[in-house]
Each structure stands twice: as structure tokens, then as C-alpha cells.
């Protein structure tokens, strides 16, 4: 990894996740990866959110399943489409017409759908001039659809799409992505739509370990560690969110809001080192701490910033190590640790 604030991810169900701590200044959430042979059923899975107050939840693609387990449930949900789809739905209106008409209209009335994102991390990479015209015929098949209340079209990005990131006011986006991100900017500043950003202080911090400071990743730094102008940073999550608020400013997108769709910490490494339970359950408790507040970030003081943890569940289908040990819970829906 290159560039410290890149993550890769896989495609995922994404939970919002209440953990009982929601607040009119801040809603903190949970991914909900289905990479395991022994997970719950979804109707368990939406039970067991309930009764953690959740709140919203994003699933990544649609499966009728969950959808159907979510209805009349009063979790709000941001629905999205497989990387696969972009070239379809932002080439041919009719396919965008049919994906909403399939994956949304039967749900419309019983479940209300916060926003839908048109795929998943792609940018920068193949698919990613395909993201814009998705986002367009998205929406312009939801318009056509006249459903009875508004539902935002956005996009997941990565920090990948960074060029530069430190310090934060000099973020900016990469050359190969910045005609892309002009244009999705533009987007979401017209129709007042959020950026989803996947922010991960741990994988920025286990590829920089010599310049960045543990307490600085884990939210526990008592002082300022970068201070850049006016600004101070004592935390690096803030600090990735404010590169990427920047980098929006240069291409015109101000005003367009930051939700993370994906942070988190792993309990455990094949190898040792910093994920471990106690750092893990340090991260997410602060997170929430920080972001339940409306102290904002050091560029957007006084705004909260929307977060989800990854993940709900250790998943044993995915590779040996980290990777599988993302979650707040085991298979049997008990805490790996609690943080509430």
C-alpha cells in the first residue's frame, strides 16, 4: 500500500449499528459482512440489531432476503449495487429503470431507504468513469419512479482517491481520479448528498508505524499531534476525514458532507502485533465517544461525523488473519468485547 490512508476492502452487507448511543448529534453504525458458512440468518440478525436500537443499515447489494427480513423493522437503510453493475446501469437508462423497480419500489412503503451507492471502492480502478452515469441514471430512475419521499444517490470511495493527503489542508485528489471526482462533487453538491469514505487509522497506521504514533490511531493522544495552520489534530481519524474534505473543496464540493461508511479495528493477527482485543475495543469505544459528540472535525467543527464500525461479525470465510477478526460479535451473536 503506497499510500498510508489506502484500504481494501470487499463487498459487504454494511450495518449502521446504534450500540444504544444515538444522539441527534451523531449516529454511529456496524458493517455487516456475510463472508462466513455460520453466520445467523438475516431475520436473527435484524432481531438482534433491534434490540441494540439500531437504527440504519447498509447493505452493499440487494438480497431479498435481508430486505425482507428489514421491512416494517424501522431501520433506515442505504442500499447498494454490485461494482459489476456500474457499466449497465450508467450506459443504459432502462437497466437503472428495472435495478430500482426490483431492488427498491417493493420495499419503498415498508422500509425507508436513506440513500443508495452506486458501487463500492472502484475509484480509482477500471470501473471508475462508469460511477458518475450511474449515480445520474440512478437517479434519474428513482425520479421516474416518483417514490414518496427523497432518496439520495452517492458513491463508497476509499482514501485511494488521494494524491495527497498530509497535511489535511493540502488534500487533494490523485490526477488519475480527479475528472471523476469533479464530476461526482458536483453531483452530490447539487442534490445535497453525502460522499461515503472508508477511513481505517489501522491500516495507516501498521504501514507508517515509524511517523505515526499509536495514541494518535487509537483516539488516546492527550496532545496535539499535527498541527497544520490553525488546525490541530489529536486523532488520525479526523485528520483522513479533513485530506478528503479538502480535497472536495478544490474540485467544488465544499458543501458536501462526509459519511464513513466503513472504520474499525482488528481483535486479533496471526502474527501479533496491534490488533488485539483491548486496542480494538479502545478504538471503537473512542470512536463512538468522538463521534456521538458534535465536536465534528478540526475542518468541520460543530458537524458529527456519521461512522460505521466493521464489522458486526468475525467472518471465517474471508483470508487467514485481520481480516477475519473485524467483528464486535462471533458467529453466535456474543460479544468479542463489549464497548457499551
Not at 428489514?70 to 447498494?80: A, K, R, W
Not at 454490485?82 to 419503498?108: C, E, H, R
Not at 475528472?179 to 452530490?188: E, K
Not at 470465510?317 to 477478526?325: F, I, R, V
Amino acid at each position: 500500500m503506497g499510500r498510508p490512508f489506502c484500504c481494501i476492502t470487499a463487498l459487504y452487507f454494511l450495518l449502521i449499528f446504534n450500540l444504544t448511543i444515538s444522539t441527534e448529534a451523531g449516529i454511529v453504525g456496524v458493517n455487516y459482512g456475510m463472508q462466513g458458512n455460520n453466520l445467523p440468518p438475516p431475520i436473527q440478525v435484524v432481531a438482534l440489531l433491534k434490540s441494540r436500537r439500531i437504527t440504519r443499515l447498509r447493505l452493499f447489494h440487494p438480497i431479498h432476503d435481508a430486505l425482507q427480513a428489514l421491512q416494517n423493522s424501522g431501520i433506515e437503510v442505504i442500499l447498494g449495487t454490485l461494482n459489476q453493475d456500474l457499466q449497465m446501469l450508467g450506459s443504459d437508462l432502462s437497466f437503472a429503470k428495472n435495478w430500482v423497480n426490483t431492488n427498491v419500489i417493493p420495499y419503498s412503503k415498508t422500509i425507508r431507504f436513506r440513500c443508495l451507492s452506486a458501487g463500492n471502492e472502484v475509484i480509482p480502478g477500471d470501473l471508475a468513469a462508469y460511477v458518475f452515469p450511474a449515480m445520474k441514471n440512478l437517479k434519474a430512475a428513482l425520479d421516474a419512479a416518483e417514490v414518496a419521499y427523497n432518496i439520495p444517490v452517492s458513491t463508497c470511495t476509499s482514501t485511494a482517491i488521494l494524491g495527497l493527503s498530509y497535511p489535511p489542508s493540502k488534500g487533494e485528489f490523485s490526477k488519475d481520479v480527479i475528472s471523476v471526482m469533479r464530476s461526482i462533487a458536483g453531483f452530490l453538491a447539487a442534490n445535497g448528498s453525502p460522499l461515503l469514505l472508508n477511513v481505517y487509522p489501522y491500516f495507516a497506521y501498521v504501514n507508517n508505524q515509524q511517523q505515526i504514533p499509536l495514541s494518535y490511531a487509537l483516539f488516546e493522544s492527550t496532545k496535539v499531534v499535527v498541527r497544520d495552520g490553525g488546525l490541530k489534530y489529536r486523532n488520525l481519524f479526523d485528520a483522513m476525514a479533513d485530506a478528503v474534505y479538502s480535497a472536495l473543496e478544490k474540485v467544488g464540493g465544499g458543501s458536501v458532507p462526509i459519511v464513513v461508511s466503513e472504520t474499525g479495528w482488528p481483535s486479533k493477527d496471526e502474527n501479533g502485533g496491534v490488533a488485539t482485543i483491548g486496542n480494538a475495543r479502545m478504538y471503537n469505544k473512542n470512536l463512538i465517544a468522538h463521534v456521538s459528540g458534535a465536536s465534528g472535525t478540526p475542518k468541520r467543527p460543530g458537524n458529527s461525523t456519521e461512522s460505521y464500525i466493521f464489522a458486526i461479525f468475525n467472518e471465517n470465510l474471508k483470508p487467514p488473519g485481520t481480516e477475519q477478526n473485524f467483528g464486535l460479535f462471533y458467529p453466535n451473536m456474543t460479544d468479542v468485547y463489549p464497548i457499551y
